[in-house]
């Protein structure tokens, strides 16, 4: 059965192949930017937050922060929205990353079949290499990497919706049959029932924009699709189409007011190696890269090294502006001869201009030239339609069929080598080591990848590799000067600080936030340092930077907030505490803190449900169960205490606190003997404690047993003789 005849079966092998392709890296973790954007985003944990997404940089966080110049809204809020389905477990947001390329490429198989109706196998053999191409690799089984992905799901959502659009109208841009024909009337009525799928295409571009900066070539790919869908249309009659296509610019127009007036997002991210000139010198060479890796996907790489060139006539800079010159020399020439094909290498061209870097992209320093393989999500597609029109029966040539099925089977043939890439290239992004290792092979001298190495054996607790890792970084920048110190140093300092080696920690964290730049973390690492030290004083001062440049993380706040309670400050604890539940309030630690500076302050009522709650959490804290225990006590629910004192007896079995406290707690519950075996079992194991000796001749006066008293008394004024509470009983045996 010839299966591209049903383009239902045919979309069903299609994606069975594609989801055989990345199931490789479905079971993988969170990498590289999914700490920042998802694991570290304290606003993404709850939907009360969406407001504040429309408000900010995509990265970042704090006033401080490196702002890249991102406005993606709308990726934050699938994170937001993963996060409420799946939690914390990356396989749930990498299986949504699939199911958001399968629509691409559900949407794209529909719009071959919208303009070329005809061509059935080579429609089928176009979305089947766009569905498994290598370069695709990274927007799927990257967590971050669905910026492309859901961009250009809704650039396709807003072209479906403009192709219904022109197919209702398209005897306003035919010739008309006669002169006599009156056109106003059926004119009027055509425009009015298309116009609700023009609104809706507007909509969907809008949330295209939203997604990615890159959907602001999608005005021109609308272009040359009305230019390749309505062949009448062409020439002078295309400019019947101006208003409607001056409607996508409006929404350009409108994403640029969203972004530079309510989420107060720069253009673009300042950076010191970055010159308009020395982009353009360099992008013909970056062109001819992302041909090749169109073409011939070998040797995925995560990172890829690009330095700036001084002029664009290297080897690699002429090939790529010889091919740039003969595209727009094709262009020109056939543009009425081949007005499908020219109108299809046109768009993808301009599919290349965001990645031009003549308006920076935010990247390391050590890549130079910004070059990445999930870049080429858009252009793939435009690639794609290049190959479609060549074969298209609009041209003045005709349909070529003998020529349409010799390159479907090609494209067949080829889709199966790309698959197998793209397995192994998911195989990739499984954990963060294998893409670090695997970029390493390929650019050893660039040190962020040995940093992001270095942190990952870190955070796993290899510290002997993470310092290896770390200090090649170090030993390469001091070298070339590449990359930013700042990420370096603060790696360094926490692979020291967790290998019990505080002191040269504070030494790599000092130089970090003498390096400038982004410090908010190198802050919030020495305080951290500090405190270890027992330098509580200047810890909460290297907070107090730190929160100063990024106030939005929500550990710092923690952080500060128990030193805060540390040192009696209870009302700024109380404040930090706040803002981090306001943020996440499942956070137990937050909870615990904000339960004991309430009961430090004396405010019972407010402390009891707070420590109830975070140890309903978790926080099973010694001085969290004995301040729940104290608070219940206060409040005259004396069982209660007295499980929560036993639970912080278990952890601390020689707790000379817990003993009293559990046994004062079985006092008032008329269980007298219970509490006096206790203390005495207790003072058995330490017989020179003062505390335990107080609370036992407690004990013994409410037993109103004066001989013991008195001997328990001889001990006491033995240990401690200034004791108000030795000389009280003194006083009273008298």
Not at 406 to 413: F, H, I, P, R, T
Not at 543 to 567: C, S, T, V
Request: hydrophobic share 45%.
């Amino acid at each position: 059965m010839e299966i591209y005849k049903k383009p239902i079966i045919s979309f069903l092998v299609i994606a069975a192949i594609a989801i055989a392709a990345y199931s490789p890296s479905l079971q993988g973790d969170f990498i590289w930017d999914d700490h920042a954007l998802i694991l570290s985003d304290a606003q993404i944990r709850s939907f009360r937050n969406i407001g504040a997404v429309f408000a900010r940089d995509f990265f970042a966080r704090g006033q401080d922060d490196f702002k890249y110049g991102y406005y993606r809204p709308v990726i934050t809020l699938s994170y937001m929205a993963d996060k409420a389905l799946f939690g914390e477990n990356a396989t749930g947001f990498r299986v949504m990353n699939l199911l958001w390329h399968l629509l691409c490429v559900l949407l794209f198989y529909g719009l071959l079949i919208k303009i070329f109706p005809s061509h059935g196998l080579l429609n089928a053999s176009l979305a089947l290499v766009f569905a498994v191409h290598p370069t695709h690799a990274e927007n799927v089984a990257w967590i971050s990497g669905r910026t492309d992905l859901i961009c250009v799901a809704f650039a396709l959502t807003s072209a479906h919706p403009w192709l219904i659009y022109l197919g209702k109208n398209t005897a306003l841009f035919s010739p008309p049959a006669t002169k006599k024909i009156s056109r106003k009337k059926p004119v009027e009525a055509t425009q009015k029932k298309g116009f609700v799928f023009l609104a809706f295409s507007y909509a969907s571009f809008m949330i295209c924009l939203l997604s990615k900066e890159t959907g602001i070539v999608i005005p021109f790919f609308m272009m040359a699709l009305a230019w390749i869908f309505l062949p009448d249309a062409r020439g002078k009659k295309i400019r019947k189409l101006w208003p409607e296509l001056a409607g996508y610019f409006f929404v350009v127009a409108l994403d640029i007011g969203l972004r530079a007036w309510v989420g107060r997002v720069p253009f673009y991210g300042s950076s010191s190696h970055h010159s308009v000139f020395k982009a353009a010198a360099t992008f013909p060479s970056a062109f001819a890269l992302y041909l090749q890796k169109l073409i011939a996907p070998v040797h995925s790489a995560a990172y890829i090294v690009w330095p700036y060139a001084n002029h664009p006539f290297t080897k690699c800079g002429a090939l790529g502006l010889m091919i740039l010159i003969l595209a727009v020399i094709f262009i020109v020439s056939k543009r009425k001869t081949m007005p499908a094909a020219t109108a299809a290498v046109f768009i993808f061209l301009v599919g290349f201009g965001p990645l031009a870097n003549l308006i920076p992209i935010g990247g390391p320093s050590d890549m130079g030239f910004v070059v990445a393989e999930r870049f080429l999500y858009l252009p793939s597609l435009f690639a794609a339609l290049i190959v479609a029109t060549l074969f298209s029966d609009h041209e003045n040539s005709g349909p070529k069929p003998g020529g349409i099925k010799a390159m479907s089977m090609a494209l067949c043939a080829l889709s199966l080598f790309y698959g197998i890439q793209t397995a192994r290239a998911s195989m990739i992004w499984r954990n963060e080591a294998s893409v670090y290792e695997n970029a390493l092979k390929r650019y050893p001298d660039a040190p962020m990848l040995w940093t992001n190495l270095g942190a990952y054996y870190r955070e796993r607790g290899d510290i002997d590799m993470a310092l290896d890792a770390l200090r090649k970084a170090e030993s390469i920048n001091d070298r070339l000067h590449s990359a930013d110190p700042v990420a370096i140093y603060n790696n360094m300092g926490t692979a020291l600080a967790s290998d019990g080696k505080p002191d040269e920690a504070l030494v790599y964290f000092n130089r970090a936030v003498k390096s400038g730049g982004r410090t908010d973390q190198a802050y919030f690492n020495k305080a951290e340092a500090l405190r270890l030290l027992g330098r509580g004083k200047e810890a909460l001062d290297a907070y107090d930077r730190g929160i100063e440049k990024n106030g939005e993380e929500i550990n710092p706040h923690i952080r500060r907030g128990q030193l805060r309670l540390a040192f009696g400050q209870y009302d700024g604890a109380i404040k930090d505490l706040k803002f981090v539940l306001d943020k996440d309030k499942e956070n137990a630690q937050a909870m615990a803190a904000l339960g004991l500076s309430y009961r430090s302050k004396g405010d019972n009522g407010r402390a009891l449900p707070m420590l109830r709650k975070a140890v309903a959490h978790g926080a099973e804290d010694f001085d969290v169960l004995m301040a729940l225990g104290g608070a219940e006590g206060q409040a005259g629910r004396f069982a209660e205490a007295l499980r929560a004192f036993e639970r912080a007896q278990k952890q601390r079995p020689d707790s000379v606190e817990a003993v009293t406290a559990s046994s004062a707690a079985l006092f008032r519950l008329g269980n007298k003997e219970k509490a006096g075996d206790l203390l005495s079992e207790a003072l058995a194991k330490h017989p020179e404690n003062i505390d335990i000796l107080i609370h036992l001749m407690h004990w013994r006066y409410e037993m109103k047993n004066k001989g013991e008293l008195e001997k328990l008394l001889q001990r006491a004024e033995r240990v401690d003789p200034d004791n108000p509470v030795v000389k009280k009983y003194r006083s009273i045996l008298k």
